[in-house]
């Protein structure tokens, strides 16, 4: 349950909010962190989850590890900041929104001059209608697009990240292209280095697919359970990257590499920050069913 929508903003509210957002000293990393952790519990199975609402904020997913408790009560507090002197915009929508303004941030950095798609018209849940216990069940046991995985997990990292994907609604490429832009981003739930094959990080680039590629690596395991990986440069023997299964296996699997390898090429940069926008855009509506 949510309450009612009063409809959508205009386009100079959503500006004025964007410009408030942009000012508010968050990092990109904690803009596109936060409007992921509310968007992405969405569940294609049984269309629960999502980031209408804004449970984000509220007891039980506030406090769930993946979600950076102690980072997100400090973004958390200025948004609510922002709605505070902005009251025709729900929290709801501040978070995405915020996450549009991070990805156009990164975009420009990597220099793509971009707008983020942004359908207004979400509502804040109360913690009176979010059953702790039924909403426990959303917590994520792996996302591999933060480089999260839990622990005593019996499925590899690189199946739960394709599980993921799929109670998403996301295609092959959708799931490539998100994960690759958001390691460049740096939105590793632990903030570790893993995958992020990047000089830039904060930049929406294409590193990762050409780094996952690099012929002049050599990768091997540095955990006994084969989910850690060092990448060392092939002459030198000197270690450059690391990374995990959910990394690796854009390099490995042949579908995958085929897809990775469209979005290496020299002149894809452009083509992946559009494909990039356009598969955010799919997972921050998934729950809007008044859309559809």
Known sequence: ??????????????????????????????????????????????????????RLRLAPQKNWSVNKPNQLANVLSKLESIQSAHDYISLADIIVLTGCVGIEKAAAEAGHQIEVPFTSGRTDASQEQTDVESFEALR?????????????????????????????????PEMTVLLGGMRAIG??????????????????????????????????????????????DRKTGVVKWTGTRADL????????????????????????????VSAWNKVMNADRFDLK
């Not at 000293?25 to 509310?38: D, H, I, N, Q």
């Not at 296996?249 to 990039?276: H, M, P, Q, T, W």
């Open 1 to 54: 349950p949510i309450p009612k929508s009063n409809g959508s903003l205009s386009s100079n509210q959503v500006a004025t909010v964007k410009q408030a957002i942009s000012n508010s000293g968050l990092s990109v990393s904690e803009m596109v962190s936060t409007a992921w952790a509310s968007a992405s519990t969405y569940r294609g199975s049984d269309m629960r989850g999502g980031a209408n609402g804004a």
């Open 140 to 172: 994520p046991k792996a996302d591999g697009f933060r480089n999260y995985q839990g622990k005593n997990m019996h499925v590899s990292a690189e199946e739960m990240l394709v599980d993921q994907s799929q109670l998403l609604g996301l295609t092959p």
């Open 187 to 232: 939105t590793n739930w632990d903030d570790s280095n893993h995958g992020v094959f990047t000089q830039r990080v904060g930049s929406l680039n294409n590193d990762f697919f050409k780094n996952v590629l690099d012929l002049n690596l050599s990768w091997s395991a540095t955990s006994a359970s084969e989910d850690l990986f060092e990448g060392k």
């Open 249 to 276: 296996i854009f390099g490995s699997n042949s579908e995958l590499r085929a897809i990775s390898e469209v979005y290496a090429a020299s002149d894809a940069e452009e083509k992946f920050v559009l494909d990039f």
